[in-house]
């Protein structure tokens, strides 16, 4: 039985479809979309095969037990919305599910190679002759509103949404909408006050040359309540809003009434994980120190009112999400003038709501992140919405005029649309990787990827040695993977001395025996300061490479590849044992850890420690104390951690590594796309090795496949004007 749909004529395609619905020992019969029982029958047997959750079909089953009357093709629209949920997306987009179901719906879900296809109908199949309108119609139901009073679902054009996840999408769109259209005014933000100040941070403006979109950006956003500072990899975004950060103080600073009094601007830095807030922490500071404060209003006082600490937003909000017990809400605000929030593309919609719900009215927020990078696990890529527009710049005539008063600079005319919205003034894109610059192998693959050019890609590898390699193996020999984590690609450089290994730079591209050979000089001493000075070193070491992969499970996926690099490592002598705790054994909390105060993606690694009035030795795991320091935790007060010798590309997000090796799978899957790889490679920040088995067709598919998100935040912020 395939499952194919037969439709037979006159109007109402759906009610007269009938569908061959396999049952287990019975006759087949024909099932109509319009029946509730036949629809909750077909959804059954979608859960059976794993391409359903069971609480997509009980979402489905409620609203039938709540009315009774509710079509067929209503109880399928909201299992699908239950299905989406689940996968990141918004809202379930009815029209795109009807045009291309497969590709929205990833129904059934693509399997790996050795698993049994499974002959059912589906989506694609049942809804083949259904119309639009005729979708639509089924909806016209008590469980379905515009939103404007609770319902278990709402429509909103073409897009169906549970009525939680619209009412943020509202949320965060009204809150950007009101602060794009309220400005700071002239009298607010005198605009040769702004000259001073960048003038001050950025020096004089550069007599020619191309546009300085940091200049640019940071008077763009002094002048919006809600800004966007988005680039890629090294671009400048930290830079740039620190010195942002000086501008707003400085106005503040200036304004201050004749005598002193004033206070200065409460800003808070914040970032969605602990890994980007402790990253973000580590480069501020020296950010904050090397600004010229001198001729700013406030001198050098103005450097202690810029924040260096960075707290999660979850810790910023205090208390649990989705618990409605957060500290800080509607009801009781954030004590903050300006609120920055960095690493923004992994914001989903309800954190986001959340936040823009306890930001008091009048107070900024500053978003900064890479829009080209995966979104958030959770629903919703609110960066990626907001920044639709962000690469032609849509700047209205009357603020380029403005920006050239504040800064000195011209946008260039490409980038000037008289049409330009609200939201168009207040993001900014910076264009130019100061990391990695115009020559650098790993910015230009970058670019080349994001853009599309896949053939312009490949050619990269051959063309950036330095940074670049391209391992490629065939059919199931791992042999060479097996020498590339082990001793990494500059595998001649390991023997050189330091003084060669400083020449090479920050190109020697490590393998894992490089930290290994650290585990293995443990102090003699059973000095603790020995220790945390070794440990130090080794999970500095540890992070000089690190690989990335695809999938979860499977042998190219986190598993496969964990099980297949500890066995490596084992056989060649750098760890004692490829299961259990062993020294050197590198693992990532994978739950936050409130008590020992360790965050979902911090990574550690078990070493030996002094026992307590024993000679022997016992395993601790040591993690970066967020200064410079280290902690030690007993292996068995960690519940929630994992090996990651190797790391989905996911989880990698927010974090940069010296080295990164992306192996990919041998064949296509849908979670393999352009941002996954992009994403992917900007985690190294110095060299870059691709691994793939087989063929690099799967790479260059990849980049001809954009992740697909439905939202219609993107589409509520196009319609700001
Ligand atoms: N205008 C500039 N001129 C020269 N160097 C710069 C400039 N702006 C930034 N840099 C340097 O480029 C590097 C990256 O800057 P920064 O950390 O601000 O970028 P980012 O976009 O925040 O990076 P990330 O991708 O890590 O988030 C830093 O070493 C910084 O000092």
Same mark, same amino acid.
Not at 454 to 481: H, I, K
Not at 618 to 636: E, I, K, S
Not at 649 to 654: E, N
């Given at each position: 039985?395939?499952?194919?749909?037969?439709?037979?004529? &006159?109007?109402?395609?759906?009610?007269?479809?009938?569908?061959?619905?396999?049952?287990?020992?019975?006759?087949?019969?024909?099932?109509?979309?319009?029946?509730?029982?036949?629809?909750?029958?077909?959804?059954?047997?979608?859960?059976?095969?794993?391409?359903?959750?069971?609480?997509?079909?009980?979402?489905?089953?409620?609203?039938?037990?709540?009315?009774?009357?509710?079509?067929?093709?209503?109880?399928?629209?909201?299992?699908?919305?239950?299905?989406?949920?689940?996968?990141?997306?918004?809202?379930?987009?009815?029209?795109?599910?009807?045009?291309?179901?497969?590709?929205? *719906?990833?129904?059934?879900?693509?399997?790996?190679?050795?698993?049994?296809?499974?002959?059912?109908?589906?989506?694609?199949?049942? *809804?083949?002759?259904?119309?639009?309108?005729?979708?639509?119609?089924?909806?016209?139901?008590?469980?379905?509103?515009?939103?404007?009073?609770?319902?278990?679902?709402?429509?909103?054009?073409?897009?169906?949404?549970?009525?939680?996840?619209?009412?943020?999408?509202?949320? =965060?769109?009204?809150?950007?909408?009101?602060?794009?259209?309220?400005?700071?005014?002239?009298?607010?933000?005198?605009?040769? #006050?702004?000259?001073?100040?960048?003038?001050?941070?950025?020096?004089?403006?550069?007599?020619?040359?191309?546009?300085?979109?940091?200049?640019?950006?940071?008077? *763009?956003?002094?002048?919006?309540?809600?800004?966007?500072?988005?680039?890629?990899?090294?671009?400048?975004?930290?830079?740039?809003?620190?010195?942002?950060?000086?501008?707003?103080?400085?106005?503040?600073?200036?304004?201050?009434?004749?005598?002193? @009094?004033?206070?200065?601007?409460?800003?808070?830095?914040?970032?969605?994980?602990?890994?980007?807030?402790?990253?973000?922490?580590?480069?501020?500071?020296?950010?904050? +120190?090397?600004?010229?404060?001198?001729?700013?209003?406030?001198?050098?006082?103005?450097?202690?009112?810029?924040?260096?600490?960075?707290?999660?937003?979850?810790?910023?909000?205090?208390?649990?999400?989705?618990?409605?017990?957060?500290?800080?809400?509607? @009801? +009781?605000?954030?004590?903050?003038?300006?609120?920055?929030?960095?690493?923004?593309?992994?914001?989903?919609?309800?954190?986001?709501?959340?936040?823009?719900?306890?930001?008091?009215?009048?107070?900024?927020?500053?978003?900064?992140?890479?829009?080209?990078?995966?979104?958030?696990?959770?629903?919703?890529? %609110?960066?990626?919405?907001?920044?639709?527009?962000?690469?032609?710049?849509?700047?209205?005539?009357?603020?380029?005029?403005?920006?050239?008063?504040?800064?000195?600079?011209?946008?260039?005319?490409?980038?000037?649309?008289?049409?330009?919205?609200?939201?168009?003034?207040?993001?900014?894109?910076?264009?130019?990787?100061?990391?990695? @610059?115009?020559?650098?192998?790993?910015?230009?693959?970058?670019?080349?990827?994001?853009?599309?050019?896949?053939?312009?890609?490949?050619?990269?590898?051959?063309?950036?040695?330095?940074?670049?390699?391209?391992?490629?193996?065939? &059919?199931?020999?791992?042999?060479?993977?097996?020498?590339?984590?082990?001793?990494?690609?500059?595998?001649?450089?390991?023997?050189?001395?330091?003084?060669?290994?400083?020449?090479? /730079?920050?190109?020697?591209?490590?393998?894992?025996?490089?930290?290994?050979?650290?585990?293995?000089?443990?102090?003699?001493?059973?000095?603790?300061?020995?220790?945390?000075?070794?440990?130090?070193?080794?999970?500095?070491?540890?992070?000089?490479?690190?690989?990335?992969?695809?999938?979860?499970?499977?042998?190219?996926?986190?598993? &496969?590849?964990?099980?297949?690099?500890?066995?490596?490592?084992?056989?060649? @002598?750098?760890?004692?044992?490829?299961?259990?705790?062993?020294?050197?054994?590198? %693992?990532? =909390?994978?739950? +936050?850890?409130?008590?020992? #105060?360790?965050?979902?993606?911090?990574?550690?690694?078990?070493?030996?420690?002094?026992?307590? /009035?024993?000679?022997?030795? $016992?395993?601790?795991?040591?993690?970066?104390?967020?200064?410079? /320091? %280290?902690?030690?935790?007993?292996?068995?007060?960690?519940?929630? %951690?994992?090996?990651?010798?190797?790391?989905?590309?996911?989880?990698?997000?927010?974090?940069?590594?010296?080295?990164?090796?992306?192996?990919?799978?041998?064949?296509?899957?849908?979670?393999?796309?352009?941002?996954?790889?992009?994403?992917?490679?900007?985690?190294?920040?110095?060299?870059?090795?691709?691994?793939?088995?087989?063929?690099?067709?799967?790479?260059?598919?990849?980049?001809?496949?954009?992740?697909?998100?439905? &939202?219609?935040?993107?589409?509520?912020?196009? $319609?700001?004007?």
């Amino acid at each position: 039985m395939n499952g194919s749909a037969r439709t037979s004529q &006159g109007p109402g395609a759906a009610e007269q479809l009938s569908l061959d619905l396999p049952q287990a020992n019975a006759p087949v019969r024909p099932i109509s979309l319009h029946d509730a029982a036949d629809v909750l029958r077909l959804l059954d047997t979608w859960v059976e095969a794993g391409w359903l959750q069971p609480l997509d079909t009980a979402f489905a089953r409620f609203l039938q037990q709540i009315r009774a009357d509710a079509s067929g093709l209503l109880l399928l629209a909201a299992a699908l919305v239950s299905h989406q949920l689940g996968r990141g997306h918004v809202c379930l987009d009815l029209a795109a599910t009807l045009h291309e179901a497969q590709r929205v *719906l990833d129904l059934p879900p693509e399997v790996s190679a050795d698993s049994e296809p499974v002959d059912l109908p589906t989506p694609g199949h049942v *809804l083949v002759s259904v119309s639009l309108a005729e979708w639509l119609a089924a909806l016209d139901s008590p469980v379905v509103s515009d939103g404007s009073h609770p319902t278990p679902l709402v429509r909103g054009g073409h897009r169906l949404y549970l009525y939680r996840y619209w009412r943020y999408e509202q949320a =965060v769109a009204a809150a950007i909408a009101e602060r794009v259209h309220a400005p700071l005014t002239d009298d607010e933000l005198p605009v040769e #006050r702004v000259r001073a100040a960048i003038d001050a941070l950025f020096g004089a403006p550069p007599a020619s040359g191309g546009a300085d979109w940091q200049r640019l950006a940071c008077a *763009l956003a002094a002048r919006s309540r809600f800004a966007v500072v988005t680039g890629g990899p090294g671009t400048g975004k930290t830079t740039t809003v620190v010195r942002l950060l000086a501008v707003l103080q400085a106005l503040q600073y200036a304004q201050r009434p004749a005598g002193g @009094g004033g206070r200065p601007l409460r800003i808070s830095l914040a970032a969605p994980t602990g890994k980007a807030a402790a990253r973000l922490r580590e480069s501020i500071a020296d950010r904050v +120190n090397e600004l010229r404060y001198d001729s700013l209003p406030g001198g050098a006082d103005l450097a202690h009112t810029i924040p260096t600490n960075v707290v999660t937003l979850h810790s910023l909000l205090g208390g649990r999400p989705h618990m409605q017990a957060r500290r800080h809400h509607a @009801g +009781n605000p954030l004590p903050l003038d300006v609120l920055v929030i960095d690493e923004a593309s992994m914001v989903p919609l309800s954190l986001m709501a959340d936040v823009i719900a306890a930001l008091p009215a009048g107070a900024r927020l500053i978003l900064i992140g890479d829009k080209d990078q995966l979104a958030s696990v959770e629903a919703g890529a %609110v960066l990626g919405e907001i920044c639709r527009r962000a690469e032609q710049g849509h700047y209205r005539p009357d603020i380029a005029d403005w920006l050239a008063r504040a800064t000195g600079m011209h946008v260039p005319p490409a980038l000037i649309d008289p049409q330009g919205s609200a939201l168009d003034q207040a993001v900014v894109m910076l264009r130019y990787s100061h990391r990695f @610059g115009s020559h650098s192998g790993i910015g230009r693959l970058a670019a080349a990827v994001n853009e599309g050019r896949a053939d312009d890609a490949l050619r990269q590898f051959e063309c950036s040695p330095n940074d670049l390699a391209l391992l490629q193996m065939r &059919g199931d020999r791992r042999t060479p993977l097996a020498r590339l984590v082990v001793e990494g690609i500059d595998a001649a450089a390991e023997g050189t001395t330091a003084g060669t290994e400083a020449a090479h /730079g920050k190109r020697l591209r490590r393998g894992y025996a490089h930290y290994l050979a650290k585990v293995a000089q443990a102090p003699e001493t059973d000095d603790p300061a020995a220790f945390d000075e070794w440990a130090v070193s080794v999970l500095e070491a540890q992070r000089a490479c690190q690989v990335l992969c695809v999938l979860r499970s499977g042998p190219w996926g986190v598993s &496969g590849l964990n099980d297949f690099i500890a066995r490596v490592l084992h056989r060649e @002598g750098l760890i004692s044992a490829y299961t259990g705790w062993y020294a050197g054994r590198p %693992v990532m =909390v994978t739950r +936050n850890n409130r008590a020992l #105060r360790l965050t979902n993606g911090d990574i550690g690694v078990v070493l030996p420690y002094p026992g307590q /009035g024993s000679a022997e030795r $016992t395993l601790r795991v040591a993690f970066p104390d967020g200064g410079a /320091g %280290v902690r030690w935790f007993a292996p068995n007060r960690l519940d929630d %951690v994992e090996t990651v010798y190797a790391l989905t590309v996911h989880k990698s997000q927010g974090s940069e590594f010296h080295h990164a090796v992306l192996v990919l799978p041998p064949a296509r899957t849908p979670v393999l796309t352009r941002e996954l790889v992009y994403t992917g490679i900007t985690r190294a920040s110095a060299g870059f090795t691709l691994v793939a088995p087989g063929s690099t067709d799967p790479f260059v598919e990849a980049i001809g496949q954009r992740v697909y998100r439905s &939202g219609g935040l993107g589409d509520a912020l196009d $319609t700001l004007r």
